[in-house]
């Protein structure tokens, strides 16, 4: 019998605590904090946002002037080879 009573007393306290809990989640104050803290957040947000952007940027360029010299080099090399068969012909 010792156990129902300490099973109902930890029972009645947690819906004590869960309803005491949501008083004070639910209170201006707290509302004040969640406001400021979630504007913090979008800042934040925006900050990485615009950095991923910059980084994005920079990666393209980077592999568009990679693609610009393999394409470079492909030629001169189609060039090299046209040039030896050209001699091997002679």
Known sequence: ?????TKLGLFAGGVLFGTAGIRI???????????HTTAAVL????????TATRV????????ADAKEINEARAAKEAEEVADTSFEDEE
Do not use: G, H, P, Q
């Not at 019998?1 to 009573?5: A, K, P």
């Not at 800042?43 to 615009?50: F, P, Y």
């Open 1 to 5: 019998m010792n156990t129902f009573w």
């Open 25 to 35: 989640l639910s209170s201006r104050d707290a509302k004040r904090a969640y406001t």
């Open 43 to 50: 800042r934040a947000k925006d900050c990485v946002m615009e």
């Open 56 to 63: 994005k940027e920079n990666a393209d360029d980077i592999l």
